[in-house]
């Protein structure tokens, strides 16, 4: 998604305001109770307060579709969507490209080489990867937090998605956030950043 | 330059009757058959605490198992078995029931009606739901309340066709219970401008209860129909041709307005409590039933935010969802805007500050606010396809929304009628305890399932993997659910206790008192 979470990206700005709001409505509340002063608004504070509200309305559908419309232009130039069938030239933008299927219950990788790998995607520093997620049971969820994506998966169709891999070689979790039957609990992967040689590079590189 | 308007009388104000003592001769047949509005009401209401109880204890058990991570004593079937009887009891049995019944026996007092009109339909509206409720605990569904097909038609579970019925039959009982909450709200005489707050209130969620649960009823029948594979037609199953969008969409179009169906009554409460204890009418009537309107026409067409990061909702489809749901925020905002104009325009009586039910009151607007706030961030498609969507922070916002704000104006309800049910005051003492155990309870119970989800801890995980903060983050919300259980210990104690011991009133046992150390004799009796 790339809506960092420093101090003043998007999402940090939406989750300040989310705060502020709900600071005042408790500052409110508190001087009503405790204040000694009376105060009875008159019709204009309200309507003044619903204009600040359509403010914000507006506020948070420019700044999250932005915010999407970013993402997704990255993912397919030239349909700007994220789902669909998506095919062609889009991809060489990409420094891999995994199909992964979710499934009850886990997740299988396979790379542009037709090699599956079970539960681990395994993938260098740095690299943006194109996600073709799809589901051939149930409804899933595909949640990768450390970057920041999340996404629901309908047995119908198949999403896309892409993600940038951290620079900190490691193993960063990938995981199911919707019910999807008894095993949903173990429905994890591991997004395995590798720095070693033993990564067989795709054809992209 | 305050408007006329502004002190209209026709605001829930005038509510005086007398106290009685119910219990007093009450026979089984009474309780489980009569039509008498109080009976159903407090049938109602009683049946919620058990709902509650049954509820909360599934909350205590996998909340001990959710504690420290690893499995402890619970596994994955048991889990999501707990976890869905949870949801389910909680909504359909607890909360909303609740939160209607005592709208039963408050709206024919403010009418002036003095009986429930179509008492019988309210009637078979509980029993009804009595019929679910037991199908549901034979049953045992583990597929969450949401029922997402094809999932819930693969639970492996031979009984699991309860469930399916058990929807059905939520379905009817909210079908009648809603018509009776608009039969009554259309009975008020006087003309709309007349009307009170809480007729509005019924008017509107009685309608909004009537349309939404027929997609409920077709969901529950269509995954019946799957399930037993009646015929050839397959709704929901996509190996058989069924559609999972199609499913989606008709479940929402039930589920959106279904999280209003215990709000607006518990709202609906608000305006009939507040201008009592302040002895003063609401700072706007027109302001609310502007909302009231607002709120139900708003409430259908806004569903698809629920699943929202999915392929079908997108482009100027999802944009059009996200951009209504956060004008959905309006009707709310003007609500809790009203009420704290109306806590603010004149001074508190001493009285009201004492009473159990108005500290309920002030402690549900906050907790509305706490939960409400968030509802405009939910909204952006952008942080909710990061880690809002099925993490905890889901759990949070509706923690708050039903229970810190619903659950807690019900029970500011039921303490307000105990006196007209028992003709005895509760307990002080007791309420006391379990006042403040809700309020810490709940915010540390919200707050650390909030963290939790700002870590991307899943929803629905009976087991779970250290990750930075999601064991701490539990343990927390643990914590605050034990420290709601044993408030609902002292309620209970209060409840039974003070039904027989309490001190008995007559007359208005909510007088409006400015200054209590002036006049002790006033003082409302414990």
């Known amino acids: ?205 | 330059m305050a408007t006329m308007e502004m002190d209209d009388p026709k605001m829930g104000e005038k509510v005086h009757w007398e106290p009685e003592n119910l219990m007093k001769g009450l026979t089984l047949k009474q309780i489980l058959f009569s039509n008498d509005y109080r009976h159903i009401a407090l049938k109602g209401i009683l049946t919620s605490f058990i709902m509650l109880a049954l509820g909360g204890t599934f909350a205590i058990i996998f909340r001990t198992e959710l504690a420290i991570p690893d499995v402890q004593f619970i596994g994955a079937r048991v889990y999501m078995t707990l976890m869905s009887l949870h949801g389910m009891v909680m909504v359909f049995g607890f909360l909303i029931p609740l939160t209607v019944a005592v709208n039963y026996y408050i709206l024919p007092k403010i009418l002036g009606n003095d009986r429930l009109l179509w008492s019988g339909a309210a009637q078979a509206s509980y029993w009804t739901l009595i019929l679910a409720a037991v199908l549901l605990v034979i049953g045992r569904p583990d597929f969450t309340w949401t029922a997402y097909a094809p999932m819930s038609l693969r639970t492996g579970n031979d009984f699991i066709w309860m469930g399916y019925v058990a929807i059905i039959l939520v379905a009817i009982s909210e079908f009648l219970a809603g018509a009776v909450l608009f039969r009554n709200a259309i009975s008020s005489r006087g003309g709309l401008k007349n009307t009170p707050l809480i007729a509005w209130a019924g008017g509107t969620i009685g309608l909004l209860f009537m349309v939404s649960v027929f997609p409920l009823g077709f969901v529950g029948y269509g995954l019946l129909s799957d399930w037993a594979q009646w015929t050839d037609i397959a709704w929901f199953d996509p190996s058989r041709g069924g559609s999972v969008q199609f499913f989606l969409y008709v479940f929402w179009t039930y589920g959106h307005p279904a999280v209003y169906l215990p709000f607006v009554p518990a709202i609906a409460i608000i305006y009939t409590l507040m201008p009592r204890f302040l002895g003063h009418p609401m700072w706007s009537y027109w302001s609310g039933v502007a909302a009231f309107i607002l709120l139900s026409i708003g409430a259908l067409p806004i569903g698809p935010h629920h699943f929202q990061p999915l392929y079908s909702v997108s482009g100027d489809y999802q944009r059009f969802i996200q951009i209504l749901t956060m004008l959905v925020f309006i009707p709310s905002v003007l609500h809790v805007f009203n009420w704290i104009s109306t806590l603010f325009m004149a001074p508190i009586p001493d009285s009201a500050r004492r009473a159990i039910p108005f500290k309920f009151m002030v402690f549900s607007i906050a907790f509305i606010v706490y939960g409400g706030a968030t509802a405009w961030l939910n909204a952006q498609i952008a942080p909710d396809s990061d880690f809002i969507h099925n993490t905890y922070w889901i759990p949070a916002h509706f923690h708050a929304m039903f229970f810190g704000f619903s659950g807690q104006m019900a029970f500011a309800g039921v303490y307000f009628l105990f006196p007209y049910f028992t003709g005895r005051m509760y307990n002080q003492t007791l309420g006391n305890w379990h006042f403040w155990l809700w309020q810490i309870g709940l915010f540390i119970k919200i707050t650390g399932m909030g963290v939790a989800g700002y870590l991307y801890f899943p929803r629905w995980v009976y087991d779970y993997l250290s990750m930075p903060g999601w064991a701490e983050s539990q343990m927390f919300i643990t914590i605050g659910g034990y420290m709601v259980a044993l408030g609902f210990l002292f309620f209970l104690i209060n409840l039974f206790w003070s039904a027989s011991k309490g001190k008995v009133v007559t007359g208005d046992p909510w007088p409006v008192v400015h200054d209590l150390k002036a006049a002790p004799a006033a003082q409302p009796a414990e």
Request: with cysteine; net charge negative.
């Open chain 1, 1 to 205: 998604m790339e809506n960092a979470l420093g101090i003043w990206g998007p999402q940090a700005l939406m989750m300040a305001i989310t705060a502020s709001f709900t600071v005042l409505g408790m500052v409110m509340l508190l001087a009503a109770m405790l204040m000694k002063r009376r105060w009875k608004p008159t019709y204009s504070v309200e309507f003044v307060f619903v204009g600040i509200m359509l403010v914000l309305a507006w506020v948070g559908d420019s700044t999250s579709t932005k915010t999407y419309t970013a993402y997704q232009a990255n993912l397919n130039a030239e349909e700007r969507m994220v789902s669909g069938n998506y095919e062609g030239e889009g991809e060489a933008a990409f420094d891999r490209v995994f199909t992964v299927i979710a499934f009850q219950w886990g997740f299988g990788f396979i790379n542009e080489e037709d090699e599956i790998s079970r539960n681990a995607l395994v993938v260098k520093p740095g690299e943006t990867v194109l996600l073709k997620v799809l589901s051939n049971d149930v409804i899933h969820g595909f949640n990768v937090p450390v970057a920041q994506i999340t996404a629901e998966i309908d047995p119908d169709d198949k999403r896309e998605l892409w993600i940038r891999v951290p620079d900190e070689p490691g193993k960063y979790l990938i995981q199911c956030v919707n019910y999807c039957g008894v095993g949903h609990t173990q429905m994890k992967a591991w997004l395995v950043v590798d720095a070693g040689e033993e990564v067989n590079d795709g054809e992209n590189s």
